[in-house]
């Protein structure tokens, strides 16, 4: 893998965490305004959402196949799209349903955003998805323990997007001090 490869790769990877913070934000603040109630608009935000993770995994994907396995943003493509399917049909059941699936979706995107960050460790900007893939995991478990609460809400996960989003920045914001080293 070349300099000029891994700079090209980073500066994509960059840019698409810029976008992913700010899509995590606003899609947060918009969930949160509807954390009580599974109507229309958090249903359709919470299929949104891993919809969205989809189309990040494919830029990344488009952008990284020179540099190495994308079989981890492969991985993330699939299991968001069939979550992206399970939280429709769940939101037809309720909100303890919808945490399970999102929980269950938090534990496996979670590990494999692990995985793929630690690959990545060499190009630099890569902890705080580290950080983030392994919180995810332990998120999810939380949604999943939450479902079966007296009266849950839709909060935790539009507060799951929040630092998930600043995790992005701040690996952005990373990437770009390491390519200016270089």
């Known amino acids: 893998m070349t300099t000029t490869t891994t700079t090209a790769v980073a500066d994509t990877l960059q840019r698409l965490y810029f976008v992913r913070f700010a899509f995590a934000i606003a899609w947060a603040l918009a969930l949160f305004t509807?954390?009580?109630?599974?109507?229309?608009?958090?249903?359709?935000?919470?299929?949104?959402?891993?919809?969205?993770?989809?189309?990040?995994?494919?830029?990344?994907?488009?952008?990284?196949?020179?540099?190495?396995?994308?079989?981890?943003?492969?991985?993330?493509?699939?299991?968001?799209?069939?979550?992206?399917?399970?939280?429709?049909?769940?939101?037809?059941?309720?909100?303890?349903?919808?945490?399970?699936?999102?929980?269950?979706?938090?534990?496996?995107?979670?590990?494999?955003?692990?995985?793929?960050?630690?690959?990545?460790?060499a190009m630099g900007g890569q902890w705080p998805l580290i950080l983030s893939g392994a919180i995810s995991v332990l998120a999810g478990a939380s949604f999943i323990a939450g479902a079966g609460a007296d009266d849950p809400t839709l909060a935790g996960a539009a507060g799951y997007a929040i630092p998930g989003g600043v995790f992005f920045l701040v690996s952005a914001l990373r990437l770009r001090s390491a390519s200016k080293g270089k």
């Open 34 to 121: 509807t954390a009580k109630d599974l109507g229309v608009l958090a249903g359709t935000l919470l299929v949104i959402y891993p919809l969205f993770d989809v189309g990040a995994a494919v830029v990344d994907a488009r952008s990284s196949h020179r540099t190495g396995s994308v079989v981890g943003l492969y991985v993330n493509m699939a299991v968001s799209s069939i979550t992206a399917i399970a939280v429709a049909v769940a939101a037809t059941s309720g909100i303890p349903d919808v945490l399970r699936v999102w929980g269950t979706w938090a534990i496996v995107a979670g590990a494999v955003q692990l995985a793929v960050s630690l690959s990545r460790r």
